[in-house]
């Protein structure tokens, strides 16, 4: 028989029968098939009973000290309390009381990310809101792609889970396993499509053109004639959307010229659609949702657009103004969305 750590539980409340019973450590090692010094060592260690845990006195935290911290936390919005702690020299601080200094003075929030603007950057943003300072924007149609995946974005799938309960299991995949390329448009208070990108297609000039084709085409052809002649066309700077095959494809279909609305270098944050597609995330991937096919999640997509009426579209529209006037306050900095 070879010698165990530990007994399980069974085996203790087996122990402890035999025991009451009279019967010796070396008859209930044998009646429970274990080494004879495991039950020795259990037994011993029953009637010692156990050790009362001692509590060390905890570090006391200045005035002073709370004064450093918070300084610390402001300069070091990124680190851990460990290192918050340490930088203001003061140890032998438990983590759990670390934190709750921490959460009197502070949240945890995640880092936002914006894109990187230099100089140049933020003198073409200036310029482009003097442009179009007087502009109509409920004659410009914004337009732009997002990629869904079948998971969705990384810590969404949070949430308050009641003591004594597991957590939900998620399916862990690649890529988020796998997803959709759509393309969208708001004008004024309408949303034009959205329209799914064929599977493995990627958008090169002639791609995105043949597909603008089978798709923003149809739209646009059933508009009147002053509706063309007023509309301005807006699309970031990709690849596929500012090539010479892409400008002159739109020029072949009247978009040129005052028509085709110049867009400035790193600047997803004066694209009013960039907040419908967070309106739609929100809601395919509300309470963690996941998807098993590229069909469900487009599907999703699909039916969060239909529920986006005519009046919160003509917010997003409305609020290039606003956005303009940040844009020259800022003097061509992020403006968030």
């Not at 200036?126 to 997002?146: P, R």
């Not at 919160?312 to 306050?329: F, H, P, W, Y």
Request: proline share 4%; aromatic share 8%; net charge positive.
């Amino acid at each position: 028989m070879g010698q165990k750590k530990d007994l399980t539980g069974l085996e203790k409340s087996k122990r402890v029968r035999y025991l009451a019973e009279g019967c010796s450590s070396l008859k209930i090692a044998k009646l429970l098939k274990r080494d004879h010094r495991t039950i020795k060592h259990f037994i011993q260690n029953s009637q010692q009973g156990r050790k009362k845990r001692v509590e060390k006195p905890r570090r006391k935290i200045t005035a002073h000290e709370l004064r450093k911290v918070k300084r610390a936390a402001a300069k070091m919005p990124l680190a851990t309390s460990l290192a918050i702690f340490q930088s203001c020299n003061i140890t032998g601080v438990p983590k759990s009381t670390r934190c709750a200094i921490l959460r009197d003075m502070a949240k945890v929030r995640k880092a936002e990310r914006r894109p990187p603007l230099n100089k140049t950057h933020k003198l073409k943003r200036q310029d482009w809101a003097k442009k179009y300072l007087k502009t109509d924007f409920s004659k410009v149609l914004w337009t732009d792609e997002m990629r869904v995946s079948l998971d969705g974005p990384d810590g969404w799938a949070r949430g308050w889970i009641g003591k004594g309960q597991r957590a939900p299991v998620r399916l862990r995949r690649q890529q988020g396993g796998g997803g959709v390329l759509v393309w969208a448009g708001i004008i004024k208070d309408e949303l034009v499509g959205p329209f799914r990108v064929e599977d493995g297609v990627k958008l090169n000039s002639q791609s995105y053109c043949q597909f603008l084709e089978d798709t923003f085409k149809q739209w646009y052809r059933k508009k009147s004639a002053s509706f063309k002649k007023n509309m301005i066309f807006m699309q970031d700077n990709a690849p596929s959307h500012a090539s010479k095959y892409s400008t002159a494809w739109l020029a072949r279909k009247g978009i040129k010229e005052e028509k085709l609305m110049t867009w400035p270098p790193c600047s997803p944050d004066l694209n009013s659609i960039e907040n419908l597609w967070s309106i739609i995330k929100c809601e395919i991937y509300k309470e963690g949702k996941q998807y098993t096919s590229l069909n469900s999640v487009w599907e999703a997509v699909v039916a969060a657009a239909r529920n986006v009426d005519g009046e919160q579209i003509k917010t997003l529209t409305e609020s290039m103004d606003g956005r303009l006037l940040s844009v020259l306050a800022k003097k061509g900095g992020y403006i968030g969305r």
